[in-house]
């Protein structure tokens, strides 16, 4: 998949040529250079916006030539997005953010507030859903977007540096967090970041580099595996 901007009168390929695979309940983080391509294929992939040639299949629909109304439909239903701040609405509390996600999928109110409960617990918050985004501290403003993103079930949860600014101590709890939820409920992740003790804790990583992928492998803590060519990745330069 490709993906080239105009930028003036020159042609800027964000993504050259690349090829991965995640599978079902899969975890891929990616890392490489400022301007390595991370964050325009999290949004390719979010179906933000689409590639300039190639496809990008997720469960069996390619989200470059779907149409628009489907494409919103399969954002609101099937991805969950979680970015390096957490974008939550200040007047409303915890819990009324993260029912907010729900009402694209028409449940019944009673059914949103009670989801919105459960996915809050989930992240370890179950005693501030009243509170405001400004009576959070950070850490716990990003777990509220952590039960916004999830409380809908998505195939697919995409972060963009989710434990960027965190203070240590809180960037492990994050991390903590993430790796018992890729590991015990199965969920499918991408995840782009500069934090490499979160990195090494993800079953598959891989290095974007001026739009390819120029290293790939297990993020074992040994490091074992990571470089070597992996067959859920295709790139101009592994071939
Ligand atoms: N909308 C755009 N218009 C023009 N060029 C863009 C656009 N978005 C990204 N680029 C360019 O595409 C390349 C990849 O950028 P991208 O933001 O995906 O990299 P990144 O690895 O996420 O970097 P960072 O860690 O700095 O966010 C860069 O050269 C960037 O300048």
Known sequence: MTKCYRDGGDTV??????????????????QGPPGG?????????????????????????????VTESRLARI??????????????????????????ALVPLRLHPADRWELAGDALEEVGLSG??????GELDDHARRRTALARALVKRPTALLADRPTAGLPAADRADFTELLARLWSERRLT????????????????RATLSRGTVTAAGSGDPQGDGADRPAPWCASRSAR
């Open 37 to 65: 391509g991370k964050s325009t294929l999290l949004r390719i992939l979010a179906g933000l916006e689409r590639p300039t040639r190639g496809s990008v299949e997720l469960d069996g629909t390619d989200l470059a030539t």
């Open 189 to 204: 992740c991408v995840i782009a970041t500069e934090d490499d003790a979160l990195a090494r804790r993800a079953p598959r």
């Open 128 to 133: 501030h859903m009243d509170f405001l985004p």
């Open 75 to 100: 954002r609101a239903e099937s991805i969950g997005l979680l970015g390096p701040d957490a974008g939550l609405t200040p007047g409303r509390t915890a819990r009324q953010n993260v029912a907010g």
């Open 13 to 30: 390929r964000a993504l050259d040529g690349i090829g991965l695979y995640v599978e079902d309940g899969g975890t891929l983080v990616l």
